[in-house]
């Protein structure tokens, strides 16, 4: 709107302000009859219904002492409102999140102080909002043997542009106003402002997750050892049974009554069936041990897997459709075992008068490989789904040989590799086992 002078009656000019602002610029107005002048910013009401918001500026001329008649100036400041409120609104938001956030936030700008310190930052590091802005987050949270490498990184990324952590997640040592380190995960962005760079750090205090990582990889070792050692020990005396029993079953057939020659192979079949348990137990303890890796043909090693299986293969007539399938890094052996135990399943859990046929289908998903191995056997009842992959849980008795552990291996060696086990299934169908892996480099 035009700057205008208010020529026009009081009372009617009036009516034009907002209603929840009318007694304000009244009190104002009233007061300014005294002072001699008014200042105020108010909603009117345009006839169309529209609100703006105004400036009026006004100056009362007097006559014989007395005010006369005022003169305001008017200036329609809608838009400079609407843009102060979006951004009051904006900073509220930012407010509320960094409030909210449960990582630290640090925004610090290019000559690394800094600008921004949430109350999780305070919380984490120790320090208070206004004993941190303005410091140097180098001297503030940096670890003095590795501040230098942190003054370095910012000067290189200002002279060059070249940044290693920008946009990365990062583990790294951090430092606690009362000189503690503790490990942190990291994440820098680069805010988009005009000018000089300025960046955000989310920072994660992961001290208690360390510390379960580290008590569970203790833990699982002392579990590996433990398992060797029974594993070791209980397989010499079992062999000495199996043995004499052997001996006692071979030279004595007959010459005993067909009683004890039933209980000799029951001890026989019982000693088998123990060898295969303590040599799957010893499997499951090995798969939660961290092995080697490296790059694995997957399409070679199930052409591997092919001629292992190759008995019950050509016993089932059953059929092996996959695919190019990918390379993934891991452990060659635990690989091996894990696709030879799908499939081994597939076939040995097939239905009757049923082919065994398995396909296997890979597929990229963000930077893993997700495999899926589908088989017309039996299928799993959905009750059953999850129970399937806990070591030494079966849902056949012993006239299917097997001991319960072959799925557990597979989700140990999966989990290890930072990948997740799921079956899918149609009970009397077949099911389908997905698993994803890691991509090799
Ligand atoms: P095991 O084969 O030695 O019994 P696993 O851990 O390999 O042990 O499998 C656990 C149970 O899951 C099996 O006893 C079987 O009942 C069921 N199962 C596994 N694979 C399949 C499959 N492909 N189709 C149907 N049932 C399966």
Request: glycine content about 8%; proline content about 5%.
């Amino acid at each position: 709107m035009e700057p205008r002078t208010g020529g026009e009656d009081y009372p009617q000019w009036l009516v034009g302000v907002h209603p929840e602002d009318r007694e304000r610029v009244d009190e104002a107005t009233r007061s300014a009859l005294k002072t001699g002048e008014m200042e105020s910013e108010f909603r009117a009401v345009w006839p169309d219904g529209q609100v703006h918001w105004l400036h009026a500026r006004g100056k009362v001329y007097y006559e014989h002492e007395k005010p006369h008649r005022m003169v305001r100036i008017v200036r329609d400041i809608t838009a400079q409102k609407v843009a102060e409120q979006a951004l009051a609104d904006s900073e509220a938001r930012k407010s509320a999140i960094l409030h909210a956030s449960l990582d630290a936030v640090l925004v610090m700008d290019s000559e690394g102080l800094l600008q921004e310190f949430n109350p999780a930052a305070e919380q984490i590091f120790g320090y208070e909002h206004h004993q941190a802005i303005g410091q140097s987050l180098g001297d503030l949270i940096v670890p003095p043997r590795l501040r230098e490498a942190h003054k370095r990184g910012l000067q290189r990324y200002l002279a060059s542009g070249e940044a290693k952590f920008l946009g990365q997640r990062i583990e790294i040592q951090a430092m606690h106003v009362d000189g503690t380190e503790f490990p942190v995960e990291l994440a820098i962005l680069r805010v988009p402002v005009q000018g000089a760079p300025i960046f955000a750090g989310y920072v994660r205090d992961i001290t208690e997750r360390k510390h379960s990582e580290d008590a569970l990889r203790r833990s699982n070792e002392e579990l590996g050892e433990f398992a060797h050692v029974v594993s070791h020990d209980l397989q010499t005396p079992l062999r000495t049974v199996r043995s004499y029993t052997q001996l006692l079953a071979k030279q004595y057939q007959g010459r005993l009554d067909a009683e004890a020659d039933e209980f000799i192979s029951h001890v026989l079949s019982g000693t088998r069936l123990m060898q295969t348990l303590i040599k799957g137990l010893l499997q499951y303890a090995i798969a939660g041990e961290d092995a080697p890796r490296e790059p694995v043909h997957l399409s070679e090693l199930v052409r591997n897997v092919v001629g292992a299986l190759a008995a019950p293969i050509e016993e089932t007539g059953a059929r092996i459709l996959y695919d190019d399938l990918p390379t993934v890094s891991a452990n060659p052996l635990q690989m091996q075992q894990l696709f030879q135990n799908l499939i081994g399943n597939a076939i040995k859990y097939r239905r009757p008068q049923v082919v065994p046929e398995i396909r296997i289908h890979s597929e990229f998903r963000r930077n893993r490989w997700l495999l899926s191995l589908a088989d017309n056997a039996e299928g799993i009842p959905a009750q059953h789904r999850e129970r399937v992959f806990a070591p030494l849980s079966r849902l056949h008795g012993q006239d299917v040989p097997g001991t319960g552990l072959g799925l557990a291996v597979c989700k140990k060696i999966v989990e290890r590799l930072g990948g997740r086990i799921w079956v899918e299934s149609e009970y009397g169908r077949g099911s389908t086992f997905h698993f994803s892996l890691p991509a090799a480099s």
